[in-house]
């Protein structure tokens, strides 16, 4: 079976209105396709451009990070990374780099002094993610998910059902398959997974696509897929971050 490689890590969405969008930012390797929006820096699609099979989120669902902060003595902020305009981005030779901030708004409309930046690398057929968060609020980071990839029930062939399964490395594999309604799962390591990766396996489309992460700081880190919409955007949409 060949791999459609990303390293990756969860989501959850909200609507945003609809506008006119600049025209995306583009990063390709080998037969691999990223598409990443100019305005907001939320990772459009992911094609492979040999089979034809393109994993999107509807515009409006299209996320790209998540961070949690704790405040003393007020609940979790939660910045959502769609929300924010991009400051900067940059496109060179096998990559794409992202800035949000200095100022980025929560789900409350509080701002909060942080700087995001997140860099995207393409080398020997796969996409490499970083995320660096500069925090000079009164807050604690405690989660940071990214990067967040939508669509994933369009990993089969064109024309046919959707038949792809997860496959986690817990003690006895998981497998699950990857239709809707799907809910929500999320396996951590270590602990519940015996090696830090995940895949998506697509039988008819004979592509897989792998997560893992390559953090040398050992950190606690979460595999999470959502099924995630809202009822009057008419969208459900599995997402994984």
């Known amino acids: 079976m060949r791999r459609l490689p990303v390293a990756i890590v969860s989501a959850a969405f909200l609507c945003a209105p609809s506008t006119r969008a600049a025209a995306p930012l583009s990063l390709t390797e080998g037969r691999i396709s990223l598409q990443v929006s100019a305005d907001t820096g939320t990772i459009l699609s992911l094609a492979d451009v040999a089979s034809g099979i393109t994993l999107a989120a509807p515009p409006e669902l299209a996320e790209s990070f998540r961070l949690a902060l704790q405040i003393p003595d007020q609940p979790p902020a939660t910045i959502i990374g769609k929300d924010q305009p991009l400051a900067l981005h940059a496109s060179e030779a096998g990559s794409v ?23 995207i690398t393409a080398a020997d057929g796969r996409l490499a993610f970083t995320l660096h968060v500069d925090n000079r609020s009164a807050g604690k980071l405690t989660e940071a998910r990214y990067p967040m990839l939508g669509g994933l029930t369009g990993l089969k062939a064109p024309g046919k059902a959707c038949d792809a399964s997860l496959w986690v490395p817990t003690s006895t594999p998981t497998e699950k398959s990857v239709t809707l ?50 009822a009057s955007c008419r969208e459900r949409v599995l997402y994984t971050v």
């Open 181 to 230: 309604p799907f809910g929500e799962v999320e396996y951590g390591y270590p602990g519940q997974m015996n090696m830090a990766f995940a895949c998506i396996r697509g039988g008819s489309a004979d592509r897989s696509l792998y997560f893992a992460s390559e953090d040398p700081i050992a950190r606690y880190k979460v595999y999470r897929f959502s099924e995630i919409g809202r």
């Open 97 to 119: 780099k992202l800035e949000w901030g200095p100022r980025l708004r929560d789900t409350s409309c509080a701002e909060h002094d942080l700087t995001v930046r997140m860099a």
